[in-house]
């Protein structure tokens, strides 16, 4: 069974920095990407940032230049640093890891992530 475990959010004040992981069990096919998402309250989910299995990054507009994704491949793990946070960016943060030849993805259970202004 795929599982994927997040942690690292947490209360900070704007200007602060955090950093996620993720890490993901129990995938026995080819981890094509890795990434996160956010969802704000009232807000739809939203692309954070995403991995490829050969370093291709893709960020989302309003967080390119202050966070940055990464991942271990050999331990299934992905990490995404946040620097300079604003208030915009609180949300819930899920991570998802899409794999195999059908692409399917799975998703964690989101860890808060809450900035102070």
């Known amino acids: 069974q795929v599982q994927l475990v997040e942690s690292g959010g947490g209360l900070v004040q704007a200007g602060g920095s955090l950093r996620l992981s993720c890490a993901a069990s129990?995938?026995?096919?080819?981890?094509?990407?890795m990434g996160w998402y956010r969802q704000a309250p009232g807000k739809e989910r939203e692309l954070v940032a995403t991995i490829t299995a050969s370093g291709y990054t893709l960020y989302g507009v309003s967080v390119k230049g202050r966070f940055t994704i990464s991942r271990d491949n050999g331990k299934n793990n992905v990490y995404l640093q946040m620097t300079n946070l604003k208030s915009e960016d609180t949300g819930v943060y899920y991570c998802?890891?899409?794999?195999?030849?059908?692409?399917?993805?799975?998703w964690g259970q989101g860890t808060q992530v809450t900035v102070s202004s």
């Open positions: 129990g995938i026995h096919f080819r981890i094509n990407s």
């Open positions: 998802n890891v899409e794999y195999g030849s059908l692409g399917e993805d799975s």
